[in-house]
């Protein structure tokens, strides 16, 4: 059998670029100083859901505000997590188990409270008419909901008219669609279509497996997103006031 | 059909594998055989979206497309070609769809094969549209709904019966993403076997009585959904340790269907397949670096170190400078199977699957794993525990771990090493009890994917 070394054939970039810090000595500097902020945070960023509640616990019992401690330890614990993540210092499934941890402290905190916390802003996400793929529509909803937004997903194989419909009643800052297929995503142009039609505009970002920028590029409120990671960077782009041609400029990579 | 576990290797040692031949090679279509002696380009190509409005629209796209590969075959003089036409839904879901176009297809490939003698064969690989909008629904009308397309396009024309079936998603679409691999394993191994078994069984009576060939599956549902996630070497998605832990486990699921009366050529996707060709010798489909117009793979040319069938996945059909799409990854595809052919046909085919192994080799754990050496390996622990799909797919992944962990001129970053740790130290701690394993996991996967149910498996 023959062997070949790798020198001049192939180079690991990952291997030559990694970050000599560690995921946990990096988060090290993130937590918040205040230690019983610090320890739901660091429960988050381990995705230790008992952890979580726990530290939440502890907090109440030493008289912080439950609905408060979402935005002051849940969060901040979760902006740890993705920050990280987007310094490609930690991976995705680490993302998603913290995303869990945080919407189970945040359910806990409700219950404690009585009230519910203000989001960023709310999303309505769905995989187009006819796609049953949605791992990519699950990824997306996590990644939002851990930025601190109001995700809506009507799910997978939705309807155009369900789209529609839940635009009208749930008045999102976006709308995103994912699809897998060519023959699927066709639909997100009728979505688009009757959205001009009924004289709504807003966002609406399209990704996902043969979705290209081409195609998203023909209907007017089209933004494509290549990566999962691009939907809370684009959330938090529209709060800044980006509009859909500023989205497409700073998206619109290819 | 009964269900027949390998339990032995169909090879007696890795090196005796290569392109081009297969311990069973498989008769079909126009005067085909695949894994002869030779090697095939099978050509896979999607419909343009707007195609899909009506039947008529529809088979007009496909005989284009057919017309437009079997002219390319024959101006650059290839001497054989398979042609796969993976369904839209609507020629599922709509079975007279799926046997208008076969037919329409057929016609042509058999005009072709008359006036030039060209060698070839249709593969239909309908969808698996065994699901409701919220749930896998495996069993029942929706089944029943496969099984006639599967007799329809049989009955007009294709030759090999392929599905890429979707057993085991929605635990493993809940698993993949919270670095669960005994979750994987659950899954991939029993989940999918499971699913492989009731389906490939009834798959290749149809096959049987129509006469054409129950070809095999793919684990794209699982396998290439981690594959895909993991990305390219900068994405930070998922470690690509794990990434090929899952296509280990998808080695004896895809397995399966050939233990329920499936004959090959696997399916192209399945980059399993060099495992199962190992364990089964039947003849196999691979992609690699002709598939860029579909997907990016970190080892385009290693896979191809053993192929019978040289694939492309997937290609919008459309106009290029070269041509139409099909006719310019038609044609790739077969320059590479004129090289390999001359190398079988020179007596080089080790020193070019050498070479193509070689190159791949060190690029990622997923191709070292991959690499023929390796995955005889693997297929090795497979059949030790041929008869229990839990036990065999744990020793698959804990095979793996054991090559990564002991692996010689492999860099692995820090991320892909800490992964492969947990994942080592979570295999070794499973039960040996396939009972004990699968009623834990019953239990808490009931509990954690509201969208698992049961019953889709029998349970």
Not at chain 1, 152 to 158: E, I, P
Request: hydrophobic letters at 40%.
């Amino acid at each position: 059998m023959l062997i070949v070394d790798k020198e001049g054939i192939l180079i690991r970039y990952n291997v030559k670029m990694e970050k000599s810090m560690t995921p946990e000595e990096a988060a090290a500097e993130l937590y918040p100083k205040d230690e019983l902020y610090r320890a739901i945070a660091e429960a988050i960023f381990e995705g230790e859901e008992d952890d979580v509640i726990e530290g939440l616990e502890a907090a109440i019992a030493a008289g912080k505000e439950p609905i408060a401690l979402i935005d002051d330890a849940l969060m901040v614990g979760m902006k740890v997590v993705t920050d990280l993540y987007d310094q490609g210092i930690i991976f995705l499934p680490n993302v998603m188990m913290s995303a869990d941890a945080m919407l189970e402290g945040i359910e806990f905190c409700k219950a404690e409270s009585g009230a519910s916390p203000e989001t960023k802003g709310k999303i309505v996400v769905h995989v187009a008419e006819g796609d049953v793929h949605d791992i990519g529509k699950s990824i997306v909803a996590a990644l939002l909901r851990a930025a601190g937004y109001e995700v809506v997903d009507l799910g997978r194989d939705c309807p155009v008219d369900e789209v529609i419909e839940a635009v009208k009643k749930e008045k999102p800052m976006m709308l995103t669609g994912t699809a897998l297929m060519t023959t699927t995503m066709y639909a997100f142009k009728e979505v688009n279509d009757r959205l001009v039609e009924g004289g709504l505009s807003l966002p609406f970002a399209c990704g996902g497996g043969a979705v290209n920028q081409d195609f998203v590029s023909t209907y007017s409120l089209g933004v494509y997103g290549e990566e999962a990671a691009d939907a809370p960077k684009m959330a938090d782009a529209i709060l800044k006031g980006a509009t859909i041609a500023d989205l497409r400029a700073k998206f619109h990579n290819h | 059909m009964a269900i027949n576990r390998f339990t032995t290797m169909a090879y007696s040692e890795a090196d005796e594998m290569v392109f081009g031949r297969a311990k069973k090679p498989v008769k079909a279509g126009l005067d085909l055989e695949i894994g002869a002696g030779y090697t095939t380009a099978e050509v896979n190509y999607a419909p343009r979206p707007e195609a899909g409005e009506t039947k008529e629209k529809l088979v007009n796209e496909y005989q284009r497309i057919t017309k437009d590969i079997m002219a390319r075959m024959v101006q650059v003089g290839f001497p054989s070609v398979v042609l796969e036409t993976e369904h839209v839904q609507q020629m599922t879901n709509h079975p007279e769809w799926g046997a208008a176009v076969a037919h329409a297809q057929k016609t042509i490939m058999e005009e072709y094969h008359e006036e030039y003698g060209i060698k070839c064969a249709l593969r239909h690989t309908p969808g698996d549209v065994r699901e409701t909008k919220e749930f896998l629904a495996l069993r029942g009308d929706k089944m029943a709904v496969v099984m006639e397309s599967f007799e329809q396009v049989a009955e007009s024309g294709a030759d090999l019966l392929s599905i890429e079936s979707m057993g085991g998603k929605e635990v493993f679409d809940y698993a993949v993403l919270r670095n669960d691999v005994p979750g994987m394993l659950y899954a991939i191994g029993c989940l999918g076997t499971m699913d492989m078994d009731y389906l490939w069984q009834e798959i290749a009576k149809v096959a049987q009585q129509k006469g054409v060939t129950a070809a095999g599956d793919t684990d794209c549902a699982q396998a290439n959904t981690a594959m895909f996630i993991a990305g390219g070497l900068l994405d930070k998605n998922l470690a690509h340790t794990l990434a090929i832990i899952a296509r280990t486990l998808a080695a004896p699921r895809s397995l399966a269907a050939y233990e329920a009366g499936a004959i090959g050529p696997g399916k192209d996707c399945g980059y399993e397949n060099i495992i199962v060709k190992a364990i089964s010798g039947m003849p196999m489909s691979f992609e690699g670096k002709t598939s860029t117009c579909a997907h990016s793979d970190v080892m385009g040319n290693l896979i191809m170190q053993c192929c019978d069938l040289w694939s492309n996945e997937s290609v919008e059909y459309h106009g290029e400078f070269g041509g139409t799409t099909v006719q310019c990854w038609s044609e790739s595809l077969n320059y590479d199977c004129a090289l390999m052919n001359t190398a079988l046909k020179s007596g080089n085919e080790k020193i070019l699957r050498d070479l193509l192994m070689a190159s791949d080799r060190f690029r990622d754990p997923q191709s070292y794993i991959l690499a023929y050496d390796n995955a005889y390996k693997v297929g090795q622990a497979i059949v030790k525990d041929g008869n229990d799909i839990y036990l065999r797919a744990k020793n698959a992944a804990t095979e793996c771990c054991n090559i990564l962990n002991t692996s010689t001129g492999l860099e692995m970053t820090k991320f892909e090493l800490g992964a492969l740790a947990k994942a080592t130290a979570e295999l070794e701690a499973l039960t040996a009890e396939s009972e004990t394993f699968m009623s834990d996991c019953m239990a808490k996967y009931k509990a954690e994917v509201p969208v698992f149910k049961p019953e889709n498996y029998a349970l």
